[in-house]
């Protein structure tokens, strides 16, 4: 028995295209064609000669004539075919891609081929694995290891059944010739591998997160989804209309900019984690890092609001901002912003302190917005909620990207952390490391440690910037003189 | 008292004696299945014939006798310990039979369905139709399993004679018996407790010397100087061993 939950299970045999089945299955039967189909040979073995060997270069040219097309494409279309487990590689069994060279592949029989309707289970994969465990007297790899002992555990209820099963298998392999038997355990293989793939492996059925409609399901437009589809169209028509040209010339204009710091587009300086499991990248480009790296700093001049939602760029910009004595603004959109994303019962207290420190006239850190935002926001403070002072912020914010942003990258400070950051070159693991740097993947730095550091961080900031008092710093000033 | 006790013994004995009969049947149902499903990989490759659909039918004939008759068994052994008074081990005992039952039923569902949809998408009925086969390295069909299939014996399959339902049948009517068996018996399965440790399996079989698969795709490749290397035809091997 197996234990489902109660939700219908809709992972890989619903996504759409998995409907490109059907027409792979009528393909490689016309492979098989004894006048028309690919030509195979034959594949000697120490114990055995296996027929119906294939070279990948030969299935590539059947493929580029049948379908017409080029030999990069005929290659690509027949690593999909490799990758979904209708032909498995002979050599090098893990790496599921056809190669354009002389060598083999067998096609893989019907009862494995990859269906919309059977998907195959935790259970059947149990008992290839015990089935492999006998056969190998233990000796399975690692992920296979890891498998096993986590089904041991979860299938625990059915286990003897499975280990039943297995032995049974077995034992009927054992009853066939030995060219069979090495080609029906070669089938099995490359099917689990195909299914479960080990690490590094990529077969086509590893298709993510599961849907939770049926997209083969025709479905049926009622007449309130009508209805309320004319609705959105008419609003939509109503609305203020802006020039394709001019929403595509932004559009270009971002990506321009954009492109080199997209990780999908350009690598990834040093590596990227995701692929190397080298976690330098992270460490680089930590919140609290001294020197920042030069893509960072790169990214900062692209707008104010990539500066200050990067926070190592508004730590760079207060510093800037100190030595102008300009600081108000920025303090003011800060506190704006923990009024937005706080918690709801300090909401009044936080209102009242922004007031007397920001707006009260007299206050010690007053901004400068004009009169009739000053008026909303007062009047909107009497009933504080989380968006009273979204007027003033984005006042503040303007005058911000306006004014001090261009001064800001033409300054020294910006300069220096310009010259100061550094570029780290790019890393070139060879296997062998990469398989040693997935094994040494740790788990990072705890997050109660990171809270603690800014917890730290915090109260020194809040120690250090009292509220720099206008009229302390002027009688400073004329005292000197 | 002493006559009570006998009868109380009498009845655990036959208990038992059951119980054990359900774990033989049991065995020679993993049996049958593992061997449809070795006749089942052969579908539509280059080994598929008429022969070979025809003891796949065979197969499938016995193993439903055998699931039927198990069934009638087990759920018997069931209801007995519903009624009478029975020690603890008795009933885990009779539990774990079930679940063990009802996972192998549903095994072999899975592999009818599949099997089912084979047939239809090649179908041997005219001579042509050999040639959409796929050439799959398998020369001849499963010769030895007719011989392992006609091996199993169970008491009851000699005694109750009962009509043989064709495929679709067969589908539809394990469907219902599975749901129905499901909801008549309440067990908790996730209670079952499995009587082997982890990686127990290689121990019971390690009698005979069995190649694994890399050791059978190797090839022997004459090198130039000093006698031969053996090469595997398979990967380098490299990944293979490691771990």
């Known amino acids: ?481 | 008292m002493s006559r009570w006790r006998r009868s109380v013994d009498e009845l655990t004995a036959g208990r038992r004696r059951q119980q054990a009969e359900c774990e033989r049947a049991q065995n020679a149902l993993s049996r049958v299945t593992s061997c449809f499903q070795q006749l089942a990989a052969s579908l539509g490759s280059s080994a598929d014939s008429s022969f070979l659909r025809e003891e796949m039918d065979e197969t499938r004939v016995l193993a439903h006798r055998i699931c039927s008759g198990l069934s009638r068994r087990l759920l018997r052994l069931l209801s007995a310990c519903d009624s009478a008074p029975v020690a603890v081990d008795d009933r885990h005992a009779s539990e774990r039979l079930w679940v063990l039952f009802l996972s192998a039923v549903e095994y072999f569902l899975s592999d009818l369905r599949r099997a089912k949809e084979l047939i239809g998408q090649f179908p041997l009925t005219q001579r042509s139709s050999r040639r959409s086969l796929v050439n799959t390295g398998c020369t001849d069909g499963p010769v030895g399993l007719a011989a392992r299939v006609a091996l199993v014996q169970i008491p009851w399959l000699v005694l109750e004679e009962e009509p043989s339902p064709d495929l679709t049948n067969h589908i539809a009517g394990l469907e219902a018996q599975l749901g129905e068996l499901q909801q008549r018996v309440p067990v908790a399965f996730w209670s079952v407790e499995s009587t082997q440790p982890a990686w127990a399996e290689v121990l019971n079989n390690a009698e005979d010397p069995e190649e694994s698969l890399e050791d059978l795709m190797e090839v022997e490749v004459a090198s130039s100087g000093d006698g031969s290397t053996k090469l595997p035809a398979c990967c380098r091997g490299t990944c293979c061993w490691v771990g």
């Open chain 1, 1 to 481: 028995m197996t234990i489902r939950t109660a939700r219908p299970n809709r992972g890989q045999r619903f996504r759409p295209r998995t409907h490109c089945l059907k027409k792979l299955d009528a393909i490689v039967v016309e492979m098989q064609d004894p006048k028309n189909g690919v030509k195979g040979s034959e594949q000697k073995l120490n114990v055995t000669t296996i027929p119906h060997a294939i070279a990948g270069a030969n299935i590539i040219a059947w493929i580029s004539n049948k379908m017409k097309t080029t030999t990069e494409e005929a290659q690509v279309f027949g690593t999909m075919l490799v990758a979904y487990g209708y032909i498995y590689p002979l050599q090098n069994h893990r790496k599921l891609v056809m190669c354009n060279d002389s060598s083999l592949y067998r096609f893989q029989t019907p009862y494995f081929w990859p269906t919309q309707q059977w998907v195959p289970e935790d259970s059947d994969y149990a008992i290839y694995l015990a089935k492999r465990n006998i056969r190998k007297k233990g000796m399975l790899e690692p992920y296979e290891q890891v498998d096993y002992n986590h089904l041991h555990e979860w299938l625990n209820h059915k286990w003897d059944f499975i280990v039943m099963q297995a032995t049974e298998q077995y034992k009927a392999g054992r009853d066939r010739n030995k060219a069979d038997r090495v080609v029906f355990d070669c089938q099995e293989r490359a099917f689990w591998i195909v299914n479960r793939p080990p690490r590094r492996t990529h077969s086509a059925l590893d298709v993510g997160p599961e849907r939770l409609i049926n997209p083969n399901v025709e479905e049926k437009i009622t007449f309130d989804q009508y209805r309320r589809v004319n609705i959105f169209y008419q609003q939509a028509i109503m609305r203020s209309k802006v020039k394709s040209s001019v929403s595509l010339g932004a559009l270009v204009k971002y990506i321009t900019s954009y492109k080199n710091h997209d990780a999908f587009l350009a690598p990834c300086l040093p590596s990227n984690p995701w692929e190397t499991d080298h976690d330098a990248y992270w460490t680089l480009n930590m919140r609290r890092v001294d020197v920042p790296t030069k893509m960072r700093v790169e990214r900062w001049s692209f707008s104010l609001f990539e500066l200050l939602t990067d926070l190592r760029g508004r730590d760079d910009f207060k510093v800037f901002l100190k030595k102008e004595f300009s600081g108000e603004n920025l303090a003011f959109w800060e506190a704006a912003e923990e009024l937005k994303w706080g918690t709801a019962s300090s909401m009044s207290a936080k209102a009242e302190t922004i007031f007397k420190t920001f707006l009260a006239p007299g206050a010690p850190r007053w901004i400068n917005i004009d009169g009739r935002t000053m008026g909303l926001t007062v009047k909107g403070l009497e009933h504080p909620h989380r968006y009273v002072l979204e007027a003033a912020q984005t006042h503040v914010f303007m005058l911000m990207k306006k004014d001090t942003f261009f001064r800001y990258l033409k300054s020294p400070t910006y300069k220096e952390i310009q010259k100061k950051a550094l570029s780290p070159e790019a890393h070139n693991f060879s296997p062998a490391q990469l398989e040693e740097n997935a094994r040494n993947r740790s788990a990072g730095i705890h997050p109660i440690i990171l809270w603690q550091q800014e917890e730290e961080e915090k109260a020194k900031a809040a120690a250090a910037s009292a509220p720099v008092d206008v009229k302390a710093v002027m009688s400073k000033i004329d005292r000197k003189k």
